[in-house]
């Protein structure tokens, strides 16, 4: 297994449609595991695979809190089957913005169709932090930040500072 760089906004990868997988075959199994160890390693609650540069609807998700056993999932194709009407709203925050959190109001529980590392359908029901980090990781495969759910004053706030902070990051050119 390998850590992935992981890409922050501003990045135009970061706005791409991602592309369904065919299959999950050994490629996007040692893809799954990359993202996964990538996740931990930040550490974060959830991955897409656009955020590491693969533009392909692939997400892993460990939404166990502190002192429970890991609990992680592999999923490609996600497909949102149902959601309910009932809303939750959570302070978010995200890997390729680091550092900025915001109030995001998301569907409370959601019913969820998605092939897994085995390449089986799956269907799973998923209510709380889970069923908000669901939602916003199947976002970044349809490139959409979760900036993008709160007031552009706000988003163009994060964003500036996100995009400032990056060219201080970069080298001085000789
Ligand atoms: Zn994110």
């Not at 390729?96 to 085995?118: F, G, K, M």
Request: hydrophobic share 45%; proline share 6%; net charge positive.
């Amino acid at each position: 297994m390998a850590q992935l760089p992981i890409i922050t906004a501003p990045d135009p990868r970061l706005k791409l449609k991602a592309k369904p997988v065919t299959r999950v075959d050994d490629q996007i199994r040692r893809l799954m595991a990359d993202m996964l160890e990538t996740m931990y390693a930040a550490p974060g609650i959830g991955l897409a695979a656009p955020q590491v540069g693969v533009a392909k609807r692939i997400l892993v998700v460990d939404c166990a809190r502190e002192g429970e056993a890991a609990a992680p999932l592999k999923i490609a194709n996600p497909e949102i089957l149902w959601r309910s009407t009932e809303l939750m709203t959570n302070s978010e925050g995200c890997l390729s913005l680091p550092e900025h959190y915001a109030d995001v109001t998301r569907a409370a529980e959601i019913q969820l169709r998605y092939l897994d590392e085995q390449n089986e359908i799956r269907e799973m029901h998923a209510k709380g932090l889970l069923a908000t980090c669901i939602q916003h990781e199947i976002d970044h495969l349809e490139g959409t930040l979760f900036v993008d759910h709160i007031s552009a004053l706000k988003r163009g706030i994060i964003l500036r500072k996100l995009a400032k902070a990056k060219r201080q990051k970069s080298p001085v050119p000789a």
